[in-house]
């Protein structure tokens, strides 16, 4: 099992530092979550500069909430990402659930779902070759794709769309969710199975302050207290990422919310990547 690590938004010119580092504690992916209404970085601009600071790690959007964008601009956008990076990009999609993002986009919330399936339909045809409408779109460079959510339909789309599965569900959840894809990966015929990549929040003990308050005011529109707590005890942290690997994740995304890139090394000690 691979580990990777969700980097904090809230300070971008950071994050430099934080892709470098990971690199060279051997983390196998950087990933940014995609808000409008937030203040957070755009992901895919932020990622392009991570792409040009370091040589090895992948790249990941997680997710990048698809419905906001248009679909030739994005096709365009992530394959330029994906050649210019050497290959390095994943493009992991969901809907996103939240009202001010889609009222910002102008993309009414009930529309979304409706919205995805036409979009990831036309990105696959588009990196094919196909024209959209009329007129072919380059650069021909088809990321890897990553579908990300709980609700039913979304979990359809893994196998639909051949993509792999992002599971943000905690592992006491995450078995029905994974077995329902699976099971819809083999009825519709596919080959093997798809990648299964995982996230829990994660901060060493001097950082936990910080993450908790950033992670309660992220998570505060969900009304549950205490949601995203982030993992800090470094023996429950080892112990997570062996449950996640004994469940056959093939990655496992630590997703850090505490801003101090410090923190990198000795994560990367705790999750007994080194």
């Known amino acids: 099992m691979e580990l990777g ?3 904090p938004v809230s300070d971008p010119p950071r994050l430099l530092d934080w892709a470098r580092r990971a690199e060279a504690a051997g983390f196998a992916s950087v990933a940014l979550l995609d808000r409008l209404a937030y203040d957070n970085p755009e992901p895919l601009v932020a990622l ?5 600071a370091t040589t090895r790690i992948r790249l990941q959007t997680e997710v990048l909430l698809a419905p906001l964008r248009g679909t030739a601009l994005l096709a365009k956008q992530a394959a330029t990402l994906q050649l210019m990076s050497g290959g390095r990009f994943r493009l992991g999609v ?7 993002d889609h009222a910002a986009a102008g993309v009414p919330l009930s529309q979304r779902g409706a919205v995805m399936d036409r979009m990831l339909g036309d990105l696959r045809a588009i990196w094919g070759g196909a024209p959209y409408p009329t ?6 460079a088809a990321p890897p794709l990553l579908i990300g959510g709980f609700a039913p339909a979304a979990l359809a789309r893994v196998a639909r769309f051949e993509a792999g599965f992002l599971c943000a569900a905690p592992l006491q959840w995450a078995g029905k969710l994974v077995d329902t894809v699976q099971e819809q990966w083999r009825a519709a015929g596919r080959a093997g199975r798809p990648r299964l990549v995982c996230q829990v929040n994660a901060a060493t003990p001097a950082s936990l302050d910080r993450a908790r308050g950033a992670a309660a005011a992220y998570y505060a529109f969900t009304g549950r207290e205490g ?5 800090s005890d470094p023996g429950q942290l080892a112990e997570t990422v062996a449950a996640y690997r004994e469940f ?3 990655e496992l995304i630590l997703y850090c919310w505490g801003d101090d ?5 000795l994560l990367a000690r705790h999750a007994k990547l080194s």
């Open 94 to 100: 969901g809907v996103g659930g939240r009202a001010d």
């Open 5 to 7: 690590l969700g980097l």
């Open 227 to 231: 949601w995203g707590e982030p993992i």
């Open 248 to 250: 056959g994740a093939d």
């Open 48 to 52: 392009a500069l991570l792409a040009g």
């Open 135 to 140: 007129t072919p779109i380059g650069p021909s």
């Open 261 to 265: 890139p410090g923190q990198i090394e």
